[in-house]
């Protein structure tokens, strides 16, 4: 703790950097309510923010006796200004639509309350757009705008609160982790020895009441059991004390702040009445208090590190070199940290792909397993997209680099994990505002039991009070939801889904209406061209395919996949627009003339043509100009192989399934009937399809699982969203949850795992709020002593964290 005053510098000089003043005295700075004078605005500004930062020892420990070697910038406040540097920070941030987002590790956050305080401090900077704090990782997750506030800025906001903040990088986490189990296990092992020492005594004491126990060995016995317990009252117990401090700042009670109360309490009224050797002493209820609560912090920092060391382990499994073409066509080794967009890389047999990249080897085989937790052999052909964190299984290959660190898509999975552990759902948000309120009228229950107790019995009337406080402290309703959430998201993580949004654990299991898209959700989505009609009276079938192959370049839509390799001749086309629900429109240039050409649905293109009438019963492409249409094209797949199994279960167990689908009536007719769906909807645009999910949740909430660019808007509406991992970008920004492993029989494990984790979540809450509702009268009553308190509010808390420990299972 710096002294009230700060050392003087001599007469003339700066107080900061020690340089002479200028002749007018310089500019005053205001440290420790005393006014120095420094140099210029430089010196003010760094020793202003010197202040904020509660870095003052800087200026008392300095040596003075050579100005020229004086630091001008503390340490400290040189490591934060380091993040500004845009190299590096291309590390750790993601940047999209102009602002920039990161993951920090937050030091000394221990409950909602920290959480609720650094979000409201955070908010209030200019340039940030979002802050999301989560307290069970210790993380917080910020968006804000590189050009109105530096990462700098922000580190020091969280720094002026009290909490370091760093940020989060996998490799440290686990360091991290040993840190804090470091922490609590050291003062458990404190908190442990001395209960076991004072318990002990405090057996003898009780044994004494009865046989009469010698004054003079009782009073030794005291001072024993007082020199015992102060280790635990001093240093063990720091942790409470702390966040109590912390959550009174943020005008947030939480449940530290009667632990706080109770332990001084008992503590100082025990020392009390050692010293005037008369009274009652419970230093065994302060060990045993502090020892119990100590376990069951620990117990839920080992429940938060399985959560979240399976996202972490991914980054884990990146390697640390990779092998970059030089000029020479020969390699170099450098580290995956230095590659830059458009760096050709070699992998070889067995090693892990480092990096986002075009593959330019001609074919690749590999496992995708730590994306999707799907093992198989995945195929990769020339020009496709490998990942980084695959693991290439064949031959050695080259791929031209077109992601690095936070730009991959294991990155934004990893985002997508940590995105998930800190939105919690609405149960959880009540479950925190009722253990926060818990706490107030706790403490006022309490004050009104010592005034009842005061009046009927004075000398017991602490005692009372102090159960009270100890037997009613909401420890297991705060941690009943967010031990349950972050087991239910480790789970689906383990299953290779991500959870994008935490409600969802509470809205699916009361769903019982599901709208599914056709294309590529309920089919596999991998087409090929079966029949191709072409009018050879307006074009020739190598235009056709040439024109309909530059056309669809163009286009994310599934069935353009198999368009796009018709052919080597090529065609010309210019002004392409997309019409979202219907095709592409575009400028067919040849022999210098500019024809309007259109690709896309029938009704599209009767747009031009309204009597035409296609050939073939099944085409769902047409290619035509204004003038004529030119060819029809069917392009089909084949349902998924789990598809069938998995809507008859949806079915059986009560949920309505309904098909959506922009395709004509007949396609999708031939779809519904094999897969028994009783109601579907052809020939929809996607407001059409938003028309009819919202009327559907008038009833109750729905869900919509689709994965084309055209699901995105009724995505965005459905109560609960989900798609796949193949999906258009929309779909997956759009949607709740996201299957990796792209099969649809993963729907049937999310729903159990989510119904499984709300009444988990549930029991938890329900068994916190008998618990405290129930030991409140007995506990005003007298019939709960202090150390009895201890031990039932333990058990509470570990029931919960067992309870919710099943999900991990």
Request: net charge negative; with cysteine; aromatic share 8%.
């Amino acid at each position: 703790m710096a002294s009230s005053t700060l050392p003087d510098v001599p007469e003339g000089l700066c107080f900061h950097c020690l340089q002479p003043l200028p002749e007018d005295g310089g500019y005053p700075v205001t440290l420790h309510n005393k006014t120095y004078s420094v140099c210029c605005y430089g010196c003010q500004a760094v020793a202003e923010t010197i202040a904020q930062q509660n870095l003052l020892h800087f200026y008392q420990y300095r040596d003075t006796s050579n100005p020229l070697q004086v630091p001008l910038v503390p340490e400290e406040l040189q490591q934060l200004t380091a993040y500004d540097d845009e190299q590096l920070q291309q590390q750790f941030t993601r940047s999209e639509d102009g602002l920039r987002s990161i993951n920090l590790s937050i030091e000394g956050m221990t409950c909602s309350a920290c959480a609720w305080l650094i979000e409201q401090h955070l908010s209030r900077l200019a340039g940030v757009q979002q802050v999301q704090v989560n307290a069970t990782t210790e993380r917080v997750a910020i968006r804000w705008q590189p050009d109105a506030v530096k990462l700098s800025e922000i580190l020091q906001a969280i720094a002026e609160l009290g909490y370091r903040a760093l940020p989060f990088q996998a490799a440290n986490q686990e360091q991290e982790f040993k840190q804090r189990r470091r922490y609590f296990v050291t003062r458990l092992g404190v908190a442990g020895l001395a209960t076991m020492q004072v318990m002990m005594l405090a057996i003898g004491l009780y044994f004494g009441v009865v046989s009469d126990l010698d004054a003079e060995l009782r009073q030794f016995m005291w001072w024993i059991s007082l020199f015992m317990a102060t280790p635990v009252l001093l240093y063990s117990a720091q942790p409470f004390y702390i966040s109590a401090i912390r959550s009174i700042q943020a005008g947030q009670p939480n449940m530290d702040v009667p632990v706080t109360f109770a332990l001084l309490s008992a503590y100082g009224a025990s020392a009390y009445a050692t010293f005037i050797n008369e009274g009652e002493v419970y230093f065994e209820s302060v060990a045993m208090f502090t020892f119990f609560l100590l376990v069951g912090r620990y117990f839920e920092l080992l429940a938060r590190q399985k959560a979240v060391s399976a996202a972490a382990n991914l980054v884990k499994l990146l390697p640390a070199i990779a092998q970059r073409e030089i000029a020479n066509g020969e390699y170099e080794s450098v580290a995956v940290n230095r590659l830059q967009l458009g760096d050709v890389i070699q992998v070889l047999p067995g090693a892990t792909i480092p990096a986002d990249g075009e593959l330019l080897s001609k074919s690749a085989g590999v496992n995708e397993s730590i994306l999707t937790g799907e093992s198989r052999l995945v195929n990769k052909y020339q020009h496709e997209t490998v990942l980084a964190g695959s693991i290439n299984q064949n031959q050695a290959i080259r791929i031209k680099v077109s992601a690095i660190q936070q730009q991959t898509v294991l990155a934004s999975i990893i985002e997508l994990q940590d995105l998930a552990l800190s939105r919690k759902p609405k149960l959880a948000r009540v479950a925190e505002r009722m253990a926060s309120k818990f706490v107030v009228r706790i403490l006022m229950l309490a004050a009104a039991t010592f005034l009842i107790w005061t009046i009927i019995d004075p000398a017991e009337a602490f005692w009372v009070t102090l159960s009270v406080l100890v037997a009613t402290c909401p420890c297991a309703l705060a941690l009943a939801a967010p031990t349950a959430v972050t087991g239910a998201i480790h789970k689906l993580n383990k299953s290779g889904i991500l959870l994008r949004n935490a409600d969802v654990l509470q809205i699916l299991p009361d769903v019982k209406t599901v709208f599914v898209d056709k294309t590529g959700t309920l089919t596999t989505g991998e087409f090929t061209l079966q029949q191709l009609h072409v009018y050879k009276e307006h074009a020739d079938e190598i235009t056709v395919k040439a024109l309909a192959q530059a056309l669809e370049n163009h286009s994310e839509h599934p069935l353009a996949a198999p368009l796009r390799h018709l052919t080597e001749a090529r065609e010309s086309v210019a002004d392409v627009q997309n019409e979202a629900g219907y095709g592409l429109q575009a400028n067919w240039l040849t022999d210098g003339h500019v024809t309007p050409v259109r690709i896309g649905s029938l009704r599209f293109i009767q747009q031009w043509h309204p009597t035409f009438s296609p050939k073939l019963t099944s085409a769902q492409v047409f290619l035509a100009t204004s003038q004529h249409v030119l060819a029809e094209m069917q392009v089909g797949d084949k349902l998924r192989h789990d598809t069938q199994a998995t809507i008859a279960a949806m079915q059986a167990a009560g949920i309505e399934v309904i098909m959506l689908t922009g395709d004509r009536l007949e396609l999708a007719e031939q779809i519904a009937e094999q897969l028994n769906i009783k109601h579907v909807f052809a020939n929809l645009l996607p407001a059409d399809k938003l028309d009819k999910l919202t009327s559907a949740q008038i009833d109750g909430p729905v869900a919509m699982i689709g994965d084309g660019l055209n699901d995105g808007p009724v995505l965005a509406q459905a109560d609960v969203s989900i798609t796949f991992g193949h999906a258009a970008d929309l779909a997956r920004t759009a949607a709740d949850v996201v299957l990796l492993r792209n099969q649809f029989s993963a729907l049937n494990q999310f729903s159990e795992i989510t119904s499984k984790a709300r009444k988990i979540l549930r029991q938890n809450i329900l068994w916190a709020l008998i618990y405290n509702i129930g030991i409140l009268p007995v506990a005003m009553a007298g019939f709960v002593t202090p150390y009895i308190a201890a031990i039932g509010m333990s058990l509470s808390s570990l029931i919960v964290l067992l309870n919710s420990l099943r999900l991990y299972r």
